[in-house]
């Protein structure tokens, strides 16, 4: 014989109860079968609704009522369309018991536990009714039994405990005479030993089916519902989460526990002590593997089995000074949350026994404390403890499985998981058995929790990344391209899951939480939501997704602003934008001490040479122990554009203008000419190399002409290049006739910086620099001759985007 149990979803429509109705017929041809069923999906819900409703004197409970009884109709006659209207006459005068029920709740203003229970037996009742009678007129050899005929329980309405002497008895005397092959019986409704009708707890019908299996000793328990088993997590919170095939009853038993939904909690008790496996099976994929709970656990090496969650939990704390000196304290706190009916969930205690901490439900946080501070009104008087303290919004997520405690480090991986993505952990319970180690966070972290969990306990072959850029002109939409030619070969050869998950230029943004589709992107942004900055920033910290990096391709000080904000969010930040790396000292040393914080990664390695890895090399030079002595740079791709075009045949001016209408310069080509956007590259590299120093300190030799540095507008500036040809000129020919080519350099040496325009030398390495390359030496002590040289294109789209691209690569390989 088996026992299979069909939950809500299972028959939740026509379309799932003929699926359930395939399998049972099928089982059938094997031997006898059992069915255990649920209410329709949503109507345990819907019953509670109505009641409250009614007891709250909200006339919208008839209309509740009309969508119950409107649900059971509509299933009634799409699964016998030709043969139903004995069935719709039982269920007609079983929705008037309910009405009048409803009516009863409206007019004394109350519903009681008892009433509740009541009430709620009607989903049950109708299913499991109407599932039977089909059967029956399909000529399916079908019964359908009372359970609250069997299952025999205490008082305790609402969820209520099993007398298993009596229980036991009344099943298997039902099963030793009963003659149908397939037996429906409605799950999580029972009776008291006093008659009254009484329920299991939700999501009890789990439960009715194990008690019946474990009377029935039968060889197997089957829980059919809307998953392919009990999954590694959560799988409405993880999309990566995956049914695990085989699983511990204890193990099982934990998660369940601690909120895995798919079994109701007590399920495993009845049928753990006779070894009856549990087979967890999904009704719409009857395929799909499933889930074996038993005690031949295959896959037991595996240390953790599971994650799952709680969520709305309120944490008390008990302190005080006085609280070691209190006789029986414990017993007594435990008793007063005993006799309030209130289940811990969690409790931590400090070794000094100073403070206490209880997790408990955040509908019982009112309760518990009155209570509590009631039976310690003396202490409290007397100020041996302070008043309890409690604090709602809470859940706990919580590792499981039975061989952790042979795995070190466990724990230390969890912990520094969560601290890594900036969730906070409130309090921590590890069980001696350390099948289970819990932390309770913030209710708003745990999707992100469970994530990153989940990635660092199953998934440890991949590391998602979430990007979000800002600018996508140029630059950027180069590297959004990039990023959709790249994301397969990422996955497949370095394991990152690179999604770009929101997009803004000056106008628009867009988010997607499971990744912007890269083949649109551009009709989605033209579509998208009015763009701020702050508006972007709200929205990044709103997801809380892992490993979240902040992409800036602007050149905007307003987004430079904004960093210290996400960088406070755990949020990386790799910017293009040299503003902020360039800004006032005190403000890269916030950055740098935000990034290391909050452990969120602050790479902007394009700002010096575009795509080189400047920056890097640098950083990995003196992380090595090196000291950099010395840099010699040309670090302008469009000075030198300028000057490797300037000769006998060009106009000065003529060639700044070639020079911006090829988009070598800055819209304001006095930003290169003057030297400022050298002096910021120099200035970066020696901040890196450890110097504190501001833009101020740079030496900048000038070689324009007065004019031309007096200049006010862009206009004059050009005018000033034409008036003032000659000046120029002699710096052409003084050049000229020292054989030397002309290179703005950036140089610095001994803690100070310079930059300006050189007569360079043949032979000297930068004598040979073409079109808009960039050069950087680095003289280090291990490098004191012979300098380590980068050298390459320093400026243009692909090769920026590229090094972006590098820097957010970095992230992920970290
Ligand atoms: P039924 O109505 O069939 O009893 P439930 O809704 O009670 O179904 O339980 C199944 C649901 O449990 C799934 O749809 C899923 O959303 C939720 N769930 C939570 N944690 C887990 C988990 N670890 N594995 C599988 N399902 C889970
Ligand atoms: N119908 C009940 C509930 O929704 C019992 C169950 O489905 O297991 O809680
Ligand atoms: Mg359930």
């Known amino acids: 014989m088996k026992v299979l149990k069909f939950g809500g979803t299972s028959v939740g429509s026509s379309k799932n109860i003929n699926s359930v109705m395939q399998i049972l017929d099928n089982y059938s041809k094997d031997g006898a079968v059992i069915c255990v069923v649920s209410a329709v999906g949503g109507i345990t819900d819907k019953l509670l609704r109505a009641g409250n409703q009614a007891k709250n004197k909200d006339n919208d409970f008839i209309n509740t009522f009309g969508i119950i009884k409107d649900i059971h109709f509509e299933i009634i006659n799409e699964l016998n369309p030709d043969n139903n209207s004995s069935i719709l006459t039982t269920v007609e005068s079983k929705l008037n018991e ?21 009430l709620v037996g009607f989903g049950e009742a109708l299913s499991s009714f109407i599932i039977a009678e089909t059967m029956k007129n399909r000529g399916l050899s079908a019964e359908r039994k009372n359970s609250q005929d069997l299952i025999i329980t205490n008082s305790n309405f609402t969820k209520a405990e099993v007398n298993f002497g009596i229980t036991n008895n009344n099943i298997k005397d039902y099963f030793k005479s009963a003659n149908q092959q397939i037996t429906i019986l409605p799950g999580f409704v029972a009776h008291s030993t006093l008659g009254e009708q009484t329920t299991l707890g939700r999501g009890g019908s789990d439960y009715t089916a194990a008690i019946v299996a474990a009377a029935l000793q039968v060889e197997q328990l ?69 889930t074996i709970i038993s005690n031949d656990d295959t896959n037991g090496f595996k240390p953790v089995k599971g994650i799952s969650n709680i969520n709305n939990i309120a944490l008390l704390t008990l302190q005080g000074s006085g609280m070691i000196g209190i006789p029986g304290f414990s017993k007594r706190l435990f008793e007063t949350l005993a006799q309030e009916k209130i289940n811990v969930v969690l409790i931590t205690q400090a070794s000094s026994e100073h403070s206490i901490c209880l997790g408990v439900d955040e509908n019982d946080s009112e309760a518990a404390k009155t209570a509590i501070d009631l039976v310690f009104e003396n202490e409290i008087a007397l100020h041996k403890i302070d008043p309890i303290i409690v604090e709602t919004g809470l859940s706990i997520i919580a590792l499981v499985g039975d061989n952790m405690k042979n795995h070190q480090g466990i724990s230390g991986k969890m912990f520094s998981t969560l601290g890594k993505n900036n969730i906070n952990i409130r309090a921590i319970a590890q069980g001696a058995s350390e099948k289970n180690i819990s932390a309770v966070i913030d209710k708003k972290d745990v999707k992100k929790a469970l994530n990153t969990l989940h990635e660092q306990f199953f998934e440890t072959q991949t590391k998602q990344l979430n990007v979000f850029i800002t600018g996508v002109g140029n630059v950027g939409e180069r590297l959004v391209e990039q990023i959709k030619q790249q994301k397969k070969y990422l996955k497949e050869n370095l394991k990152i899951n690179l999604r770009i998950i929101g997009l803004s230029n000056s106008r628009t943004m867009i988010f997607d939480e499971d990744g912007i589709d890269l083949k649109t992107w551009k009709t989605q942004l033209a579509k998208g939501e009015k763009a701020t900055l702050e508006g972007f920033f709200e929205n990044t910290k709103a997801l809380n997704l892992r490993n979240s990096i902040f992409v800036d391709v602007t050149a905007n000080k307003n987004v430079a602003n904004l960093y210290a904000n996400y960088l406070r969010e755990s949020i990386g930040v790799v910017a293009c934008n040299k503003i902020a790396c360039s800004s006032d000292y005190e403000n890269y040393r916030l950055l740098k001490r935000l990034s290391l914080k909050y452990n969120a990664p602050y790479l902007f390695e394009t700002n010096v040479g575009a795509g080189l890895p400047i920056i890097d090399t640098l950083n990995n030079l003196i992380a090595s122990g090196d000291k950099i002595t010395s840099i010699q740079a040309v670090l302008s791709g469009s000075l030198n554009f300028v000057f490797n075009n300037f000769n006998d045949d060009t106009k000065f001016h003529d060639v700044v203008k070639l020079a911006a209408a090829e988009g070598y310069t800055e819209p304001d080509p006095r930003i290169d000419l003057s030297g400022v956007d050298v002096a910021r590259k120099i200035l970066i590299l020696a901040r890196e190399s450890g110097v504190e120093m501001n833009l101020e300190d740079i030496e900048n030799t000038p070689f324009l002409s007065e004019l031309g540095l007096k200049s006010d507008t862009v206009d004059d500036f050009y005018q000033s290049l034409s008036d003032d040809e000659a000046h120029y000129q002699n710096i052409y020919s003084s050049a000229k006739a020292n054989h030397c080519q002309l290179k703005y350099v950036a140089q610095f040496n001994n803690g100070k910086a310079s930059v300006g325009l050189h007569e360079i030398p043949e032979g000297h390495p930068f004598y040979n620099l073409e079109g808009s390359d960039n050069i950087v030496m680095f003289y280090t002590q291990r490098y004191p001759e012979q300098p380590m040289i980068i050298k390459g294109a320093g400026a243009g789209a692909d090769v920026t985007a590229s090094g972006i691209f590098s820097d957010i690569i970095r992230i992920g390989n970290n």
């Not at 309910?98 to 009541?118: A, F, R, V």
């Open 98 to 118: 309910l009405k009048s029920l409803l009516d009863g709740i409206y007019l004394i203003n109350e519903l009681s536990p008892k009433t509740s229970d009541k």
């Open 222 to 290: 089957e829980i059919w519902t809307d998953v392919s088993g009990m999954f590694t997590t959560n799988p409405e919170l993880v999309k990566q989460a995956y049914p695990i095939q085989n699983i511990s009853y204890q193990e099982a038993m934990e998660l369940s526990h601690f909120g895995a939904k798919v079994l109701y909690p007590p399920t495993v008790q009845p049928v753990l002590d006779l070894n009856i496996p549990i087979h967890i099976k999904n009704t719409l994929q009857p395929h799909a593997v499933g």
